[in-house]
């Protein structure tokens, strides 16, 4: 439940999980409800991040909302001028600057919605996501479906065999997968010579 006090309107949401959980869906729901409100409502996303397309936040499911690619988290900043929502989607591929913008813009009285992936591909904490979280007020964790048994997903599997922390990809490099098919996927993966711990 989102409280927002008269006297500072200002705070952060963070909407976290492994790929395939609804991440960006739920940040698309949050951000069309804020326009359905009148509110000013501005989103960011990497530039980097050209898998669905250059200039709108994508879900899985196809829903979109038309977003501001940017170089770096600063950036952010002189763009957000005079807005009262702030949507930033795929924030793990942002520096670690990003938690100072998000609290400055709060500060500011700006309510700040992030959605990033909380682990990487390894299973350990992603970029400014931990840091994210614990200046957030409000924290939501999303969960997939293990595509291995059908349990909740919190796992991003890599299927390629890159060593590179950041992979954009789809169904075709990443699966869901819980965390007892994640460890078995981990100890198969390094056995097979294709992930170095």
């Known amino acids: 439940m989102f409280i927002e006090s008269a006297k500072n309107p200002g705070w952060i949401e963070v909407i976290c999980g492994s790929m395939f959980s609804g991440k960006t869906e739920e ?12 509110l000013r409502v501005e989103i960011f996303k990497p530039k980097i991040d050209t898998r669905y397309s250059e200039e709108s936040v994508v ?26 929502v702030v ?38 904490p992603f970029g400014p996501m931990p840091a994210l979280m614990a200046t957030a007020e409000y924290v939501t964790k999303v969960h997939a479906i293990c595509v291995r048994c059908g349990d909740i997903a919190h796992h991003s599997h890599r299927l390629s065999k890159s060593d590179r922390l950041v992979e954009l990809g789809e169904k075709d490099i990443y699966e869901p997968v819980c965390r007892h098919c ?16």
């Open 87 to 124: 949507g930033i989607d795929e924030a793990q591929f942002f520096d670690d600057a990003i938690v100072d913008v998000a609290r400055q813009l709060a500060e500011r009285g700006v309510r700040v919605i992030v959605a990033g992936l909380d682990m990487d591909y390894l299973g350990k």
């Open 182 to 197: 994640f460890k078995q996927l981990r100890e198969q993966d390094i056995q097979s010579g294709t992930l170095f711990e």
């Open 59 to 84: 879900s899985h499911q196809g829903n979109s909302i038309l977003s501001t690619p940017v170089d770096s988290a600063r950036s952010i900043l002189e763009k957000a001028e005079g807005v009262d």
């Open 27 to 38: 940040l698309i729901r949050r951000l069309k409800r804020a326009k359905f409100a009148n």
